[in-house]
């Protein structure tokens, strides 16, 4: 993998044009029944077409055997080494509620959990409350006062809710006060160094007036905090790439993810027709466009297989429209594999496909975990998918003499 | 690849069982009038089944061109990287001949040699004296007398011995008296940094008694050091994979190896028959197993294409007894290539196999150098071998969210 600093000497910018086509957790596994995956199984003329005459191959989100949240996966594709660049639990709670983070805001990830009489935790996720509930405790523990401290409590799905402080010389090296696990009383919060004290000590107070309004809202009658992170400041992909990036996609983790490393995110609908309409609408106006597709993923979780199968194939269906635009170069892929037979992300290298007239195409017939292997790109590190996908956009001159 | 402190993060304990049956020196060339490699030729249908179940690849031990020694391409597929985890040729020595260092031991390769009247370096083996002048020339040097110091010289094989200062406040940092060439004097031993002045020294007077002892012993008139060093500290394979490793192993090299990262080294025959018997009975006492044969390596050092096939055939023959104890991973692999054409260890990439119920299964028929070139694992780095099988036991949790 090279350094962005070399990519950052070679890129140029041109008029030529990149969709990055992203299909939430793409890669499956075979159902035992059918013996194919989802991908294998759907029917998706298009995507094989773009297969037949591009190069295709499989990417690594991390490397191999690591299974990637959405956060490093994504991240790879766009080109920042997801071991390098990493963003803290508190940040990535606060970009998937869309909560404008300030960079000098501290924010966590907090659970609501049960305590017995002793204090010890008996349940990490006070026996997953409802959301509703969350957002009724949320509202009070916002009303929570420190002094100097301007503080935030959202709720994000039943048990999890996002803190953030907001004031003056505030650090995130504090550790957690979320023991992980079960038997034990929930930790103080400490500085983890000396610049953290005040942080650390506003944190513990926080929490002592949260287990006065939460004694009488059993089960959930205390909060358990983790990953103190600020907004991390990533090199912008205009800085690297020499691009005027847009993303087109409506989970706000995705938006938030998109506009820490500087795209435009465009407002658009959650389907693909929507998405699909956003680009011709704005296509004239940048030179790389992400376009999410978040059901996918969800599918897989949900162990739905089915339903991975018919939204593949009507992304497949409304391809059409990306491909009547003609862009130099059509990126294709996920962030990760979750196979539906597994309910979750996977380890799983992921299929992908790039369509340009430079791109050497190979023998690859059909877009599919199985045909992949064979496929001309071979197994690439997701984070070297963006330099693959500049050089055939001709946006990358020579390294040396 | 990723950092052993990023594993040790997202690894998890589970009831869940990997069985490594490691193949040494597995990898072959075509016999030129065959056509066909060792593991071409051999009559496997157990491996075949298992590949075909599985997922296949091709493992490269170091790096692509680079001949991996048996050490970093052990530690490579345990998931340490060969070219950080390093370990003195002194120590190497001293866990083959079983020897118990100390942490403040200092371990030392030797050489007898030959020096002419001028002390000139005339041959780096002293003629490739027999073990057994080995063995007495190694006791006479035993009775060497140094102040305040214990030492061992112990025979290994032909011109070899090991030597082991132990004594308070020796340094390891210490210059080989062997200039790793004829036509020159030995070196004196210099200290690399101040502290090891002292140990420098020690061995200089060592030196100095050997060649009294020696001089009636031509050939085998002077001795040659290199490669002195300390245990080295590793992480243990349970701090890092949170496993319970055991490790079925016979040769002394292996067993000082698996011992080094905290496996248990369990009693066990120099057969597979008798290394299966240990497995089956003590298969529900760990969750990784490391299963070592050797022969196939010393076929393809001495050139014994048959005999080299023969021992694949018996492993494959044998292989039931282990798949039927139903571990939830099984992984096929070697260490190196060790072609018999070659006679040694050799750069090629070793076929590896991973079977488990989440593999994700490719094309691939039959076990074979060639067939894995279109495996699904594609090309794996040795050292990325622990990760996929710990993933595919289910042991490894999601990086970043």
Redesign the interface.
């Known amino acids: 993998m090279v350094a962005l600093e070399v990519i950052k000497e070679i890129a140029i910018s041109s008029p030529s044009k990149i969709v990055m086509l992203v299909i939430d957790g793409l890669g499956g596994?075979?159902e035992p029944k059918l013996g194919k995956?989802e991908l294998e199984i759907a029917s998706t003329p298009h995507l094989d077409r773009l297969a037949q005459e591009g190069v295709c191959g499989?990417t690594t989100p991390?490397?191999?055997?690591?299974?990637?949240?959405?956060?490093?996966?994504h991240l790879a594709l766009f080109g920042y080494d997801?071991?390098k660049f990493?963003?803290g639990?508190g940040v990535?709670e606060a970009l998937g509620v869309d909560f404008e983070l300030k960079d000098t805001d501290i924010a966590a990830r907090g659970n609501f959990c049960t305590v017995d009489d002793e204090g010890i935790i008996t349940d990490r996720r006070a026996g997953r409350i409802s959301t509703e509930t969350c957002r009724q405790l949320s509202e009070l523990l916002g009303l929570i006062k420190l002094e100097n401290i301007q503080l935030f409590v959202l709720p994000v799905k039943e048990h999890r809710f996002l803190l953030v402080l907001r004031g003056n010389e505030l650090s995130s090296e504090v550790s957690d006060t979320d023991p992980q696990r079960t038997g034990v009383a929930p930790n103080m919060a400490m500085a983890i160094n000396p610049e953290a004290k005040y942080t650390a000590h506003l944190v513990n107070q926080f929490v002592d007036a949260a287990i006065e309004i939460l004694t009488r809202h059993y089960p959930a009658n205390m909060i358990l905090l983790r990953g103190f992170s600020k907004l991390p400041h990533f090199p912008s992909m205009t800085e690297i790439f020499k691009l005027k990036p847009a993303a087109i996609v409506d989970y706000p983790m995705y938006r938030g993810l998109a506009k820490l490393i500087g795209m435009e995110v465009l407002v658009t609908g959650s389907s693909i027709k929507e998405k699909l309409a956003t680009l011709t609408e704005h296509f004239t106006k940048y030179d790389f466009f992400y376009i999410h597709i978040k059901k996918t993923d969800s599918a897989g979780e949900d162990g739905n297989f089915k339903e991975k199968v018919r939204l593949i194939e009507e992304i497949d269906a409304f391809l059409p429209i990306l491909i009547n635009l003609k862009p130099d170069v059509i990126v294709v892929t996920g962030d990760h594999s979750t196979p539906a037979v597994?309910k979750?992300?996977?380890?799983?290298?992921v299929p992908i496909l790039i369509h340009s007239q430079w791109c050497r195409s190979d023998e690859v017939k059909e877009f599919s975990?199985?045909s992949c292997?064979?496929g001309g790109l071979?197994?690439l590190l997701a984070v070297e998918v963006m330099p693959v996908a500049m050089a055939n956009a001709l946006k990358l001159t020579k390294f040396g003499a």
Chains 1, 2 share one sequence.
């Open positions: 596994l075979p995956t499989l991390v490397s191999p055997g690591i299974t990637s949240g959405s956060g490093p996966g997801p071991l990493t963003i639990r990535l597994l979750g992300h996977s380890w799983h290298p975990e199985r292997v064979l071979g197994r």
